[in-house]
């Protein structure tokens, strides 16, 4: 069983305070990472999708790094808003599993 | 393009009583996932289809769930008897293809047993 570990678990930050997560994940047999957000009563929405080692993508203010061979990947918000409060969870796909092992979420809550 | 469209989207039963969800996924998704989602967790597996066929159905407890996918398109998973331990959100969500490609996932829908 793959272990998939977020944190910190929940964060509570101010509006236009800038916030990263840590998504640690065993580094052997990598194939790809998924970062998604999940607002309440919505659908879960991806936001990257990586693949290599060094690997950074970016999304208006939100961006993420992976690094493969120490097992980890960042997500990084600038300026949080609001509406920026949601669950962000990280699965991880590796060879062999066949599947996405998703990590508990960090529940991030930006207030005004 | 219409997303992944679950239904209900809440639902409230008492233990032993039986209960299913639908899904129907994005158009021309050959793969269908379905996931619990436990308070505080991250989801996990049920099952997964790839068109009319469940390729990792191994973390379904199929002492009462089941699920089916006929035509490889919309999918159903039922609960029979229910249990106080199956309240949780239960996600479907679909791809094009599997593994790096993302998962579009529906709404869900909240289950609670009583």
Same mark, same amino acid.
């Given at each position: 069983i793959l272990n998939v570990e977020q944190s910190p678990q929940s964060l509570h930050v101010q509006e236009g305070d800038s916030t990263n997560f840590t998504c640690s994940f065993p580094s052997s047999n990598f194939y790809a990472l998924h970062w998604y957000r999940w607002e309440t009563a919505k659908s879960p929405e991806a936001l990257f999708v990586m693949t290599l080692n060094g690997d950074e993508k970016k999304k208006g203010r939100i961006s993420a790094t992976l690094n493969t061979k120490e097992g980890y990947s960042y997500l990084y918000i600038k300026g949080s808003q609001p509406e920026d409060s949601a669950t962000y969870l990280c699965a991880l796909w590796s060879f062999g599993a066949g599947k996405s092992t998703f990590g508990d979420g960090t529940t991030l809550t930006v207030k005004p | 393009? *219409? %997303?992944?469209?679950?239904?209900?989207? $809440?639902? !409230? !039963?008492?233990?032993?009583?039986?209960? *299913?969800?639908?899904? &129907?996924? !994005?158009?021309?998704? &050959? #793969?269908?996932?379905? $996931?619990?989602? &436990?308070?505080?967790? %991250?989801?996990?597996?049920?099952?997964? $289809?790839?068109?009319?066929? *469940?390729? +990792? +159905?191994?973390? =379904?407890?199929? +002492?009462?769930?089941?699920?089916?996918?006929?035509?490889?398109? +919309?999918? #159903? =998973?039922k609960i029979q008897p229910a249990e106080l331990g199956d309240s949780a959100v239960y996600l479907c969500a679909s791809s094009s293809l599997a593994g790096v490609y993302e998962q579009y996932f529906g709404p869900g829908t909240r289950l609670t047993v009583t």
């Open positions: - | 393009e *219409a %997303g992944v469209v679950q239904s209900p989207r $809440y639902k !409230i !039963i008492e233990k032993k009583q039986p209960v *299913a969800f639908w899904c &129907n996924p !994005i158009s021309g998704h &050959n #793969t269908l996932y379905w $996931y619990r989602q &436990n308070l505080g967790q %991250g989801p996990e597996l049920l099952i997964r $289809y790839e068109n009319e066929e *469940a390729v +990792d +159905d191994s973390q =379904l407890p199929k +002492d009462r769930f089941s699920a089916e996918r006929l035509k490889g398109v +919309d999918s #159903t =998973l």
